[in-house]
């Protein structure tokens, strides 16, 4: 708002950018589909911070009735500080391939199982795109948020937010 101001827009301008703000393609965007349940395409989520905030999200009005499709891509880093958020926010979590997911599943076993969130590792993007579609109850929210990159499996983060979009399409 401050910015605004120096730029000389008045308060009136200032609102109706506010109000009419829609945010910011694949950064926790809410995608608008014909699914009974909301879906969020957070494919910019590259890191453990990205997808933290992701899941801070959810944290209040959503304990336990997000599905989460995260994975990827190793770049060896912690995620140490998510596991609390994904025990406290994640009901079903569908775990694509990829050298960090590999890194990552003992201990998403773990923190899994004693949360009683389902973890459902899968052999590709398109294959959680299509059980998350299948098996999202309404009162729940689909969130995907890979906190990895998709180095091996899309040409970019974009990329792959936009072959997500396709798969909950068709």
């Not at 009901?91 to 009683?116: F, H, M, N, Q, V």
């Not at 998350?132 to 990895?148: I, M, N, R, V, W």
Request: hydrophobic letters at 40%; charged letters at 20%; one cysteine or more.
């Amino acid at each position: 708002v401050a910015a605004c101001r120096v730029a000389g827009m008045n308060d009136e301008e200032i609102l109706t950018g506010v109000r009419t703000f829609t945010g910011v393609s694949g950064r926790l965007e809410r995608v608008q589909t014909t699914l009974p349940f909301a879906v969020y395409n957070d494919t910019t989520s590259t890191t453990p911070d990205a997808l933290g905030v992701a899941l801070d999200a959810f944290a209040k009005q959503h304990a336990k009735h997000v599905v989460l499709i995260m994975g990827g891509a190793d770049k060896n880093l912690d995620f140490t500080n998510i596991y609390p958020k994904i025990q406290h926010v994640v009901k079903t979590l569908y775990l694509t391939p990829g050298a960090g997911s590999t890194r990552l599943l003992p201990d998403l076993k773990r923190i899994c199982e004693e949360a009683g969130t389902s973890l459902l590792p899968v052999a590709s993007t398109a294959e959680a795109a299509r059980l998350a579609k299948e098996h999202t109850q309404p009162q729940d929210t689909l969130l995907f948020s890979p906190g990895c990159s998709s180095f091996a499996e899309f040409a970019n983060e974009y990329d792959r937010g936009t072959k997500f979009l396709q798969w909950l399409a068709g």
